[in-house]
């Protein structure tokens, strides 16, 4: 007998999986069960092809994250779900990626639906035409374009949604977005990607959830820039109104760092992103420190997370998130702290703490969010942390 497990049965076994960690709407439910996964992977084994995995399906000659992937299917259900669409929605999706998520996205809106998927590059396009008409969804509307400009010609849009990550959102797409719509992005601020959940009111738009995650970065905004440190055993994510001194901060990474420590512990399983995520809505210095295995060995103090750590840089001075081991709590073992290097260190090591211990009181609380036109006058804007971008100024707040 053939005990080779059908895809049928690999493919409800992989949603059984995210819904033992994650309540989903009946309707993203049953697309997950019904979308056939396999045929937007071509030539993969189905058996990998549905496990909780991104694939890439285009690499990127020029760097380390591919140009396209298919993204994890739990993530794609978080999305979905924080998309919310129903029968009848027209829905834009900005990143085709293997055709999977408009297929998926097909199968929600129904019949009186429509969805049209973008993306800039023609192979990419290509690869989820083919898939698209190959698993039945021909109706579905595919476009090589520039996602940042949107399909006017098809909108106006209830839904939208991008599956690549934004480092600001651009007039175009918000106007092609109805009053009241939803659009459901990764929205890159800071150094980290949040799933966050836009309503627009106007011109505003207002967040009303936001989960992280991580996503390719969207062709076209480059306002993220990096700085290579350390013979490139070290390097500093920012945006580009941030003060970063490559030389200072060289320099200051080849003495020993100095450590300080807060009174807040956490548990092996315990997420701690909220700390960064409420750094983001207090403090303009913070950036994303990359450390490699090299850097460590060299003698960098090791942050708490190699490859993301939240860190706090000031011209040639930075102070980033560690964490060690301590008993004081059985239940919570590892205590946070931060390591600190160069003139403002101790100063930057001390807000961090203050963070931390902010976070330590509170670990579930979420800042409002809210995204307005870059011309919006400062008396016009609700009160909390401006964070100004090319298209638009995000603002932060706990009120």
Not at 42 to 63: F, M, Q, R
Request: hydrophobic share 40%; charged share 20%; glycine share 10%.
């Amino acid at each position: 007998m053939n005990d080779t497990p059908t895809v049928d049965v690999l493919r409800n076994n992989l949603v059984d999986q995210i819904l033992a960690k994650r309540q989903l709407p009946p309707r993203v439910e049953q697309a997950m069960r019904t979308v056939r996964r396999e045929i937007h992977l071509p030539g993969l084994d189905p058996a990998t092809a549905y496990t909780d995995k991104a694939v890439t399906i285009k690499d990127n000659p020029n760097g380390p994250l591919a140009l396209s992937c298919a993204s994890v299917p739990s993530t794609v259900a978080m999305m979905l779900t924080q998309l919310d669409a129903q029968p009848g929605d027209h829905v834009l999706e900005i990143g085709a990626g293997t055709g999977y998520n408009a297929a998926l996205l097909a199968e929600i809106v129904g019949n009186d639906g429509e969805v049209t998927t973008l993306d800039i590059d023609s192979d990419v396009t290509l690869h989820a035409r083919t898939a698209l008409n190959n698993a039945g969804y021909e109706h579905v509307r595919v476009m090589e374009r520039d996602g940042l400009k949107g399909a006017p010609e098809y909108g106006p849009y209830t839904r939208m949604i991008g599956t690549v990550g934004f480092w600001d959102i651009p007039t175009a797409l918000r106007d092609q977005l109805v009053d009241g719509g939803r659009f459901v992005l990764p929205l890159r601020w800071r150094g980290q990607t949040r799933s966050v959940v836009l309503i627009r009111q106007g011109e505003t738009l207002l967040c009303q959830g936001m989960e992280l995650c991580g996503f390719v970065p969207i062709i076209g905004q480059d306002g993220e820039h990096t700085a290579e440190l350390a013979d490139g055993t070290v390097r500093i994510h920012y945006d580009q109104d941030q003060d970063i001194d490559a030389a200072g901060l060289n320099y200051a990474l080849a003495q020993p760092a100095t450590e300080s420590w807060s009174d807040v512990r956490v548990g092996n399983q315990e997420s701690f992103d909220g700390i960064w995520l409420r750094v983001t809505a207090f403090d303009d210095t913070v950036c994303r420190l990359e450390a490699t295995p090299a850097a460590v060995d060299k003698g960098l103090r090791r942050p708490v997370i190699l490859l993301r750590s939240p860190a706090l840089v000031s011209g040639g001075s930075l102070a980033y998130l560690i964490a060690k081991r301590d008993d004081g709590d059985p239940e919570r073992r590892s205590l946070l702290g931060a390591a600190y290097l160069g003139a403002d260190g101790a100063d930057l090591a001390k807000r961090l703490i203050a963070h931390i211990t902010a976070w330590g009181a509170d670990r579930t609380a979420v800042p409002h969010l809210a995204v307005h036109p870059s011309g919006t006058p400062h008396r016009d804007l609700p009160t909390g942390h401006v964070i100004d971008k090319v298209n638009s100024r995000i603002v932060l707040s706990f009120a």
